[in-house]
């Protein structure tokens, strides 16, 4: 298979992918950062911070950022690393484990603080202060 055909079945696997529940082993992770060599530092619903890897179909395909969710999966092969990315969680993945009922009540706060649509920018700067999104204000002092 070449490359740019396997690029274009793993895209469309994560993609368009079904949506299914989490097995037993595995759970939902936030990313913290990149450490490099397709290992990511992520924090699990208890606050436990841990290395995983990115699999090898994975690499050169799909990007995530500081601040995604992911579905990861223990392994028992190392110590550092304690776990593999199963699944890069999108919008639409995370309403429906909420709606399910298995999205770990920690992260609630984290997806509601934050806009999950743009992106997580660090570097995007805030609104000017006096700056409002609607031109009209409604007074009802009458």
Same mark, same amino acid.
């Not at 603080?113 to 007074?139: C, L, M, Q, V, Y």
């Given at each position: 298979?070449?490359?740019s ?9 994560h ?5 299914c529940l989490l097995k037993?082993?595995e759970?939902?992770?936030r990313?913290?950062e990149g450490?490099g060599h397709?290992?990511?530092?992520v924090a699990?619903?208890?606050?436990e911070?841990f ?11 799909v990007?995530v950022k500081r601040g995604?969710f992911?579905?990861?999966?223990p392994?028992?092969e190392?110590?550092k ?8 969680l999108?919008s639409?993945? !995370?309403?429906?484990?909420? *709606?399910q009922g ?6 609630y @706060?984290?997806? =509601?603080e934050e806009n !999950?649509?743009?992106?997580? *920018?660090?570097?995007k700067?805030?609104e000017?202060?006096? @700056?409002?999104? =609607? ?7 009458d």
């Amino acid at each position: 298979m070449s490359v740019s055909t396997k690029r274009k079945h793993v895209t469309r696997e994560h993609m368009v992918g079904e949506l299914c529940l989490l097995k037993e082993d595995e759970s939902v992770v936030r990313l913290l950062e990149g450490r490099g060599h397709n290992l990511h530092l992520v924090a699990n619903a208890s606050g436990e911070e841990f290395l995983v890897s990115m699999p090898a179909k994975f690499r050169r395909s799909v990007w995530v950022k500081r601040g995604d969710f992911l579905i990861v999966k223990p392994i028992s092969e190392g110590t550092k690393v304690k776990a593999e990315i199963i699944r890069i969680l999108d919008s639409e993945y !995370i309403k429906f484990l909420k *709606n399910q009922g298995v999205w770990p009540e920690e992260f609630y @706060a984290k997806v =509601s603080e934050e806009n !999950i649509f743009d992106g997580g *920018n660090p570097n995007k700067r805030g609104e000017p202060e006096g @700056a409002s999104h =609607s031109e009209t204000s409604t007074d009802d002092s009458d």
